[in-house]
């Protein structure tokens, strides 16, 4: 799968300010685009930093169960992380105007992309 595609198609959402296709294993990003002043490697460190910490929660409840994704709300934006199941340590990071953008709409649009990478 082409990463800059993928991260292409993740911009075309309302609202949409930047994506990116981060190894959460590395803290790597892989691929990625912002329309904002952003810096998308220390955002890439971050969310990976992110899950690794809820994995490890996860594990101290013995919660038996996956991450379907995390959203982070700030003021202006949301964050969306969502770890791609069966792409190995790879997950999709979505950075949104919450002012323009229709949160359902979002996460479905990062559902799409990781159906279409595992056709």
């Not at 229709?102 to 990781?114: K, M």
Request: aromatic share 6%; hydrophobic share 50%; proline share 1%.
């Amino acid at each position: 799968m082409d990463y800059q595609a993928v991260v292409a198609q993740l911009l075309n959402v309302e609202g949409a300010l930047a994506a990116a296709v981060i190894d959460y294993e590395s803290g790597m990003l892989m691929a990625g685009s912002s329309t904002i002043k952003l810096d998308l490697e220390v955002a890439a460190v971050s969310s990976t930093e992110v899950i690794r910490s809820k994995i490890k929660t996860m594990q101290m409840l013995e919660l038996n169960d996956e991450i379907e994704d995390i959203l982070i709300t700030l003021g202006q934006h949301y964050h969306l992380i969502r770890p791609l199941k069966k792409m190995g340590s790879l997950f999709l990071y979505s950075v949104l105007d919450n002012s323009r953008a229709n949160l359902a709409l979002s996460r479905r649009a990062l559902i799409d992309v990781e159906k279409i990478w595992l056709e």
